[in-house]
């Protein structure tokens, strides 16, 4: 992967900011909490600790190349879904068809988008596995609390494998002048919609005070979100020289995905809250599970994926 | 040559041991919530819902280490003597106490093999259901196994286990699991009182396990 000399500098960005809060997060606690009892303070340790772990792995894959992304993704799909499913309705009837959805549908998915079949990875789980599951459901005779097995079960789908499938989908795209450093869409999507996270919840921290859906979350503030929001494009934007982009067209893109990242934690929250759980899973020391650090991820990729496809690939 | 070939066997038990709890761990990313009591050495009688094949394993899974060692399953003879795999499974990988289902066929009192177990230090893994449930109901009626050994070890500390979300990952008859994400909650240990009836204690012990699942009126 040629985008190797942007791609170590925004790692390397990436490792002084994770040190400066490393740092920060150690003089907080030595200053306020030695006792380490203050929760909010070991949760931000937690949470920083947690960054490295998950900076290192994405590394990792970037290093290994196409496929290492594309199974760094298969992975974390698997993950989510498993986050997702353990919450949705079901019966035994579904057994076969959930069993697809893990064994057949999300392998699928991601073969396709390692052949790089575009006209089938972008149909596969809202046309075949839409169509095709219920049956597998119907088939099995239970009608009980039928509609919403099904449709609990291909939203999961869409959102654990279909959105998620479109982060190493980014790999696929024919961008002229380009070539060779598609891994930067990838790295550039994840840093700023991410970035956008954390900048949201330290504006929130610092100056929030009007929430923007109390019966949603409590954390997310009007203050947070447009501090967030408009810091996060303010850097994203500075980085455009490492994008297919200009300036302004990179401020554009950050706006876009840093607000649909916001979209997704919200309407993932909803979903937590109609479920009756504070996390999606446990597995991410101080974040929850899989699904909460992928929320704005899930949201932004396939709408950065169509939107740079359409205006900037050649195919 | 005999004592290579044990040492061999229990490498193999371990590892397979170690093959069986990394499955487990993929599969249903088992989470322990340590309600009642902690997760600290001392003799214990784990008893939990039987919903499936796996339910012991996850138990096994999420125990540390150090308990685990010391912690046997107690299992179904018939089932776990069935082929040479499945009785190497059930016997060198989790020691298990294997009892006979069958009252008219056995020669060994299950209640007394059991309290010979604990007696050699080992904890216990029981199902007091009996089988596997697979009906909409929560939990089936305790077969009596749980009262008789309470009275004959009354200083063990009995332990209820509720397993969440099991039967759905590999209901019974089913071959390929569904991975979803299995809690146990651990709730507080109780014991038999003196003067407490089989019936009471019963009740009492399964109320206990049912309170865990939070599904409870």
């Given amino acids: 992967m040629n985008g190797a000399p942007h791609l170590l500098l925004l790692l390397g960005g990436v490792a002084c900011i994770l ?13 306020l909490d030695p006792q380490g009892t203050d929760p909010v303070i070991e949760n931000l340790n937690a949470r920083i600790a947690a960054w490295w772990g998950m900076v290192a792995l994405l590394s990792v894959a970037f290093i290994a190349g196409r496929g290492g992304v594309i199974l760094l993704f298969a992975l974390l799909s698997f993950a989510a879904l498993r986050e997702f499913l353990s919450l949705t309705a079901k ?30 990875y972008s149909v596969f789980v809202p046309v075949y596995a839409f169509l095709l599951l219920p049956v597998v459901s119907a088939l099995h005779g239970n009608t009980k609390h039928f509609l919403i097995r099904v449709a609990e079960t291909q939203w999961a789908l869409m959102i654990c494998v279909f959105c998620i499938s479109h982060v190493p989908a980014l790999l696929t795209l024919q961008i002229p002048g ?30 929030g005070r009007r929430k923007v859906a109390p019966n949603l979350s409590p954390s997310k503030t009007w203050e947070g979100l447009v501090g967030g929001a408009l810091s996060a494009t303010l850097i994203g934007a500075s980085l455009w020289w490492m994008t297919p982009f200009t300036l302004t067209q990179a401020a554009g893109m950050c706006l876009v995905i840093t607000l649909m990242g916001f979209f997704g934690g919200l309407v993932m929250s909803a979903i937590k809250r109609d479920k009756g759980v504070k996390d999606w899973g446990h597995l991410i020391a ?30 | 040559m005999e004592g290579v070939k044990a040492a061999l066997r229990s490498a193999a038990a371990l590892a397979t041991g170690k ?46 280490a150090a308990l685990r060692a010391r912690t046997r399953p107690v299992a179904a003879l018939d089932y776990w003597l069935k082929s040479p795999l499945r009785a190497f ?54 077969k009596s196994g749980l009262y008789h050994l309470a009275r ?14 099991l039967n759905h990952v590999m209901p019974k008859g089913k071959v390929v699991p569904v991975p979803l994400i299995c ?32 599904e409870a009126a």
């Fill in chain 1, 19 to 31: 040190v400066l809060a490393t740092l920060i997060g150690q003089v907080l606690r030595a200053r």
């Fill in chain 1, 91 to 120: 019966h035994a009837a579904d057994h076969w068809s959930l069993a697809a959805g893990f064994f057949v549908i999300l392998p699928l998915q991601y073969w396709l988008i390692w052949l790089d079949w575009y006209g089938l």
């Fill in chain 1, 178 to 207: 380009f070539e060779g450093r598609n891994v930067m869409l990838i790295a550039w999507l994840i840093f700023v919609v991410q970035l956008s996270d954390v900048l949201q919840y330290v504006w929130g921290k610092l100056i």
């Fill in chain 1, 286 to 315: 101080g974040h929850g599970g899989f699904i909460d650090r992928l929320d704005s991820v899930i949201f932004a990729a396939p709408i950065f994926f169509h939107l740079t496809r359409y205006w900037y690939s050649a195919v």
């Fill in chain 2, 19 to 64: 093959a069986i709890t990394l499955f487990a761990r993929f599969v249903t990313a088992p989470r322990a919530l340590w309600q009642g009591i902690e997760p600290t050495y001392a003799q214990r009688v784990y008893f939990a819902n039987h919903s499936s094949n796996g339910d012991f394993v996850l138990i096994w899974t999420v125990l540390p």
């Fill in chain 2, 89 to 142: 499974i059930g016997r060198e990988v989790f020691n298990a106490v294997l009892i006979d289902r069958r009252p008219e066929e056995r020669t060994e009192d299950p209640v007394a093999q059991m309290a010979a177990a604990l007696d050699e230090g080992s904890s216990l893994i029981l199902f007091p259901e009996g089988g596997r449930n697979s009906g909409e109901t929560p939990l089936l009626p305790f």
């Fill in chain 2, 152 to 165: 004959m070890r009354p200083n063990v500390d009995l332990v209820p286990v509720w397993i969440s979300n």
């Fill in chain 2, 183 to 214: 809690t146990l909650t651990f709730g507080a240990a109780l014991r038999l009182d003196p003067n407490e009836s089989k019936e009471a204690f019963l009740a009492r012990a399964s109320s206990s396990l049912l309170a865990l699942s939070g």
